[in-house]
């Protein structure tokens, strides 16, 4: 059974950073791509990125609304992505979940399989 | 990219069915066959119940059923159960980097 168990949030003040771990299990992590998706409390879901499998690559892709604040990396010897999230402002308050996509390469089609989610808050 | 569109709550009574739209451009939806409908209970993660249109993930209920016409992906409910009251998003691939979602619709069961 695929399991994605994320970890590392917390309260934080504005302009300082986090960095959260997603751990997978049950599956062969070295083929898939992880992306990491947040939802602010009350709100919408939002992607803010991926990482590809060493396979295609190994490249990361950001949404512009966290490029070059946020990054994400991969541990493929731990089964362990990483997301670092830097510089935070009040607006990155959310439930941040880590996903792995229904296919290979970049996932476009579908998240089949969800973390429970670990809730970054962002305030002084 | 703005997020894709879809109406904030819909319902119905048990036995019955529903739809829900989600609007997009021909940059998302239009553009590309990646729809994907996933269904949050409150305070639970997002469940996948559709991807590419109409293709169902294993354990996924045969009761739901997506299509897509244009720039607008429909996800429809036949045989409407309590147990489905919960908020379903839409999701359309958009070119990289972007997964784009949509605003979330409550479904209420009367």
């Known amino acids: 059974e695929v399991h994605l168990v994320e970890s590392g949030g917390g309260l934080v003040q504005p302009g300082r950073s986090l960095r959260l771990s997603c751990t997978a299990s049950?599956?062969?992590?070295?083929?898939?791509?992880i992306s990491w998706v947040r939802q602010p409390p009350g709100k919408g879901l939002e992607c803010v990125g991926f990482?590809?499998?060493?396979?295609?690559?190994?490249?990361?892709a950001y949404a512009a609304s966290v490029n070059a604040r946020f990054t994400i990396s991969r541990d493929d010897s731990k089964t362990i992505a990483y997301l670092q999230l830097n510089n935070l402002k009040p607006e990155d308050t959310a439930v941040y979940y880590c996903?792995?996509?229904?296919?290979?390469?970049?996932?476009?089609?579908?998240?089949?399989?969800w973390g429970q989610g670990t809730l970054v808050t962002v305030s002084s | 990219q703005s997020a894709l569109t879809q109406p904030a709550s819909v319902s119905g009574s048990p036995g019955q069915s529903i739809t829900i739209s989600c609007t997009g451009t021909?940059?998302?939806?239009?553009?590309?066959?990646?729809v994907s409908w996933y269904q949050q209970p409150p305070g639970k993660a997002p469940k996948l119940i559709l991807y590419?249109?109409?293709k169902r993930p294993s354990g996924a209920s045969n009761r739901f059923s997506g299509s897509k016409s244009v720039n607008t992906a429909s996800l429809t409910i036949s045989g409407l159960q309590a147990d489905d009251e919960a908020d379903y998003y839409c999701?359309?691939?958009?070119?990289?980097?972007?997964?784009?979602f949509g605003g979330g619709t409550r479904l209420t069961v009367l």
């Open positions: 996903t792995r996509d229904v296919g290979l390469y970049d996932p476009i089609r579908g998240f089949d399989s």
């Open positions: 049950g599956f062969n992590f070295n083929d898939y791509a």
């Open positions: 990482i590809r499998s060493r396979t295609y690559g190994g490249t990361a």
């Open positions: 021909s940059s998302d939806i239009g553009g590309f066959n990646f």
């Open positions: 590419d249109v109409n």
């Open positions: 999701s359309s691939y958009a070119g990289i980097p972007t997964v784009l």
